[in-house]
């Protein structure tokens, strides 16, 4: 007996999901599909599967555009016997969404050594080229991707590597194993679960009432400033954490928190993005920066963020050889506060 749409319903699930909107129908599948292993299953057999090598999604070049192909599981079979591997391995594969139509998206990665058979990684070069594409770093192709295509692969990335680093239970070292989805893993000896874990950072755009303070860290590429950003504490609240880390990098206390919008963020490990806009203090401005944590600090002028935001080419060198002050690309959440930093003083509704 399964409830949907708020009542008691004897039929099966595919019957009730007609009695709801798509997004929600959507919803209670993936639901369905994380808590049933045999439906998960079933859904691998209509399903499509993004691949990955050493967490580096495939992408193919099309036209004008980078996309990463979905292959059914019988290309999917067809490849792994190709290269003489069991097709145990897709065991290894995890859900990470599915259509308005209910075909189930997988994600598998082949470069990783497989938890669920004995085969070794899979050579990058020959499944490239038996894939006609390539295996491109994510935090490149993020550039070349669409917005969905790039959180689906982030989310993908994210998801494959904790399975890989959670292979073994922290209270009694014995092999954990995965559920079909991929949504946790269990230690069958001590009974441990394991979620997917995600560490949430708090970002802030820091306003004087005309200028917004932007910083960057000596490992930035050259010439890019951000939003300040930091993990949060255990037991801190968001906005014990922006004022904290806001004191800690920069020396100044800040008042006037207003949040603006979250992301997942795939790099180096899984975090939620949490961001903020925050005034100084009328007054304080100066700028004291921490340089165990930040390579320069500076505030920056309205202009200055406009012309920033419209360069595209950050690598342009300037002719005396310096590298100009740029920003973060636009899919990163860092981007969006500035934007809208520099649209709310437009309007001159900038919280001051
Ligand atoms: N999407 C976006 O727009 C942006 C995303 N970010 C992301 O925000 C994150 C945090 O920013 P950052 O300024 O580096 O953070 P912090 O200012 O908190 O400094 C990072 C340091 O904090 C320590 N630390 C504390 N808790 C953790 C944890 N849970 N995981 C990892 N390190 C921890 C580490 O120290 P130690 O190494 O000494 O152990 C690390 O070097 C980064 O991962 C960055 O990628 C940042 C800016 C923009
Ligand atoms: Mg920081």
Redesign the pocket.
Known sequence: MSLYCGIVCRRKPFWCYRLLSTYVAKTRYLFELKEDDDACKKAQQTGTFYLFHGLAPLLQKSEHQYLPPQHSLSELERLLDKFGQDTQRIEDSVLIGCSEHHEAWFALDLGLNSSSSINAALQKPEIERALQGSFIELRKALFWLNVKDASLLSTAQALLRWHDAHQFCSRCGQPTEKNVAGSKRVCPASKSIYYPQM?P?V?TLVSDGTRCLLAR?SSFPKGMY??????C?IGESVEEAVHR?VA??VGLEVERLQYSAS?H?P???S?L?I?CHAAVKPGHTEIKVNLR?LEAAAWFTHDEVVTALKRNDPYTQQQNGTVPFWL?PK???????IKEWVEKSTCSTVPA
């Open positions: 560490a950072v970002i860290q951000s939003a300040l950003a930091g993990f504490d880390e800690e990098e992301q963020w790099f180096p490990n975090s993005m961001a944590e973060p899919l990163a959440i860092a981007h969006h506060l």
